[in-house]
C-alpha cells in the first residue's frame, strides 16, 4: 500500500521561507511523477509543482521562480522549498504521486493524474 506524509509545515511571515517534506513508502518514487497541489478555505484544490522520472519539473505561474521541487529517490522523499511567501500562499499543501509510470512532467498538472495522496500539511502565511 502506498502511503506518502507530508511535514514540514508551518506559521511564517510574509516574505519568509518553508521546506516540506513528502515521504512515500510502499512504492519507489523512481519511474513516477510526483506532485504538490495546495487548497486554501472555500478553495479548490490547485497544482503546484510536479517532478518526473527524469527529474524534469514544472510549476505553476503564481509559484514559479519563488518554489522548488526536488526530490531524493535513495530517502524516497520528495521536497517543496517555499522561498519570499505570500499571504496568499496561505493553504493545506498536499503530495501526490502519479497514477502511470514516466511521461512528460507537463502532462501531470491535474488532480486526476494522481493515485494516491497524504493528509496535507498547513501552511500558514501571516502578512
Known amino acids: 500500500q502506498v502511503q506518502l506524509v507530508e511535514s514540514g509545515g508551518g506559521l511564517v511571515q510574509a516574505g519568509g521561507s518553508l521546506r516540506l517534506s513528502c515521504a512515500a513508502s510502499g512504492r519507489t518514487i523512481g519511474p513516477y511523477t510526483m506532485g504538490w497541489f495546495r487548497q486554501a478555505p472555500g478553495k479548490a484544490r490547485e497544482f503546484v509543482a510536479a517532478i518526473n522520472w527524469s527529474d524534469d519539473t514544472y510549476y505553476a505561474n503564481s509559484v514559479k521562480d519563488r518554489f522548488t521541487i526536488s526530490r531524493d529517490t535513495v530517502k524516497n522523499t520528495v521536497h517543496l522549498q517555499l522561498n519570499s511567501l505570500r499571504p496568499e500562499d496561505t493553504a493545506v499543501y498536499y503530495c501526490?504521486?502519479?497514477?502511470?509510470?514516466?511521461?512528460?512532467?507537463?502532462?501531470?498538472?491535474?488532480?486526476?493524474?494522481?493515485?494516491?495522496w497524504g493528509q496535507g500539511t498547513q501552511v500558514t502565511v501571516s502578512s
Open positions: 501526490a504521486s502519479a497514477g502511470r509510470e514516466y511521461g512528460a512532467v507537463e502532462s501531470f498538472r491535474n488532480y486526476q493524474d494522481y493515485a494516491y
